[in-house]
T-cell receptor, first 113, second 115 residues
Framework: SQQGEEDPQALSIQEGENATMNCSYK?????LQWYRQNSGRGLVHLIL?????REKHSGRLRVTLDTSKKSSSLLITASRAADTASYFC?????????????FGQGTELSVKP | GAVVSQHPSWVICKSGTSVKIECRSL??????MFWYRQFPKQSLMLMAT?????????EQGVEKDKFLINHASLTLSTLTVTSAHPEDSSFYIC???????????FGPGTRLLVL
């Protein structure tokens, strides 16, 4: 079953602009992770934010988490054509429950040169 | 970083045949492996969770007799699609994690086309 919604479903921007993707979820979580998938390929882990964290940075990526609203956002700054991909959030339950991830629907990002 | 491989990367088979997909963790011991399927333009759907040396736990709606999962070692899990039919055509992706990892590391996926 899917955890929740990602918004927008598709996003098209120009190189150099910032891209913001949002993710909402339904259940209590231990952590929330963001992944990228290039067309027809596997997933690449981008960043993990724990339920007791509010913001995390990694290079051009900034992730926020609001557990009261059950939502997260991924910001990619100064986007590049190589950032074109689908981006998925995934929520992790308690580690002791097997650590399975439930994925959102994904946002398809297109960065035009 | 941790590397997970899948083999084959793509397979075409006739309806009624069985197909085995391998998932290997190359540089770490994967106590848990996960199998997902993904239809075009859709998200990943978890099929089952596989712990080394024990039976896989299947998600609701996934037929365990149709999708046989074996996790016989800490570096290898296999998914066998038995008596494949055209509706089984999909992109199958595995992931792996160790006890020390919160993150799952994904394989490159296997594209299955059943004619």
């Amino acid at each position: 079953s899917q955890q929740g919604e990602e918004d927008p479903q598709a996003l098209s921007i120009q190189e150099g602009e910032n891209a913001t993707m949002n993710c909402s979820y339904k259940t209590s979580i231990n952590n929330l992770q963001w992944y990228r998938q290039n067309s027809g390929r596997g997933l690449v882990h981008l960043i993990l934010i724990r339920s007791n964290e509010r913001e995390k940075h990694s290079g051009r990526l900034r992730v926020t988490l609001d557990t009261s609203k059950k939502s997260s956002s991924l910001l990619i700054t100064a986007s590049r054509a190589a950032d074109t991909a689908s981006y998925f959030c995934a929520t992790g339950d308690s580690y002791n429950q097997g650590g399975k991830l439930i994925f959102g629907q994904g946002t398809e990002l297109s960065v035009k040169p | 970083g941790a590397v997970v491989s899948q083999h084959p990367s793509w397979v075409i088979c006739k309806s009624g045949t069985s197909v085995k997909i391998e998932c290997r963790s190359l540089d770490f011991q994967a106590t848990t492996m996960f199998w997902y399927r993904q239809f075009p333009k859709q998200s990943l759907m978890l099929m089952a969770t596989s712990n080394e040396g024990s039976k896989a736990t299947y998600e609701q709606g996934v037929e365990k007799d149709k999708f046989l999962i074996n996790h016989a070692s800490l570096t290898l899990s296999t998914l066998t699609v038995t008596s494949a039919h055209p509706e089984d055509s999909s992109f199958y992706i595995c992931s792996a994690r160790s006890l020390a990892q919160e993150t799952q590391y994904f394989g490159p996926g296997t594209r299955l086309l059943v004619l």
